[in-house]
């Protein structure tokens, strides 16, 4: 596969540093909180704002995300801060909005990798687009399952592929929310060298004390890339409230973390 290398390109023509850095917060509340957190992210190492729209809750009767209206948000912020936008769809409603609203790149959820007929579906909505799709890792620790996901969207012809690693669910009490299995993303990497990938320490960790640490072991790895929820009010944010950063926080991480070239 060539998409690491098609990545590079991509990132060379816009300018962009590595590692890659996502940052924003795991959902869009407000058109105000979206557009305060761009401005405090837009002279920083980040080069996309994620924000997720519709959200896809364990349970029922939790947030469930603001909607299309959302995708408005992201549109100004973009506009008003250069950032480039990332969002989470499910389906192919999602994609066709997506697009609609020139989201930059697009992410498959880890509770959607899971489920050959939704990963098919995106595939096929996303045909013969240009955008930047992500694949997360499903949340159960099952390589074949992540590797059909990429397969499903190469197949679709979408070029500028890559993954995310956020770990996966366990019954047992651990330290992290989803236990890093570093050795499933190492083992997808060995498999296909040249696709990006990303690691979410967020959703593994679910703690922010964690996050640089947990970072770290990632680019150790030679993982392409940081995706953190990042918040202006993290503590009030109305999902993942104990994992988020602020801004300030955010910019801390990446001016401690060690980074080192992951790319040739
Ligand atoms: C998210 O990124 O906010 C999210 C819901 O992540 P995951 O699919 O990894 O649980
Ligand atoms: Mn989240």
Known sequence: MENKKELRNWLDAHQLEHPLVIAGPCSAETEQQVLKIAHELKDSDVSYLRAGIWKPRTRPGNFEGVGAIGLKWL?????????LTATEVANKAHVDLALEHDVDMLWIGARSTVSPFIVQEIADALK???????????????????????ERLHSANIN?????HRGFSTYEKTKYRN??????????????????LICDPSHITGKRDMILDVSQTALDLNFDGLMIETHIDPDNAW??????????????????????????
């Open 128 to 150: 013969g687009t240009d955008k930047v799709v992500l694949v997360k890792n499903p949340v159960n620790p099952d390589l074949a399952l992540w590797l059909g996901g990429i």
């Open 75 to 83: 549109q100004r912020a973009k506009e008003e801060t250069g950032l």
């Open 179 to 196: 236990i890093p299995e570093w050795q499933i993303a190492v083992e997808l990497q060995s498999k296909f060298p040249d696709l990006p």
């Open 239 to 264: 999902s993942d409230a104990a994992q988020q950063v602020t801004p300030a926080a955010l910019i801390q991480i990446m001016k401690d973390l060690k980074i080192r070239k992951v790319m040739d």
């Open 160 to 164: 500028k592929l890559g993954v995310i």
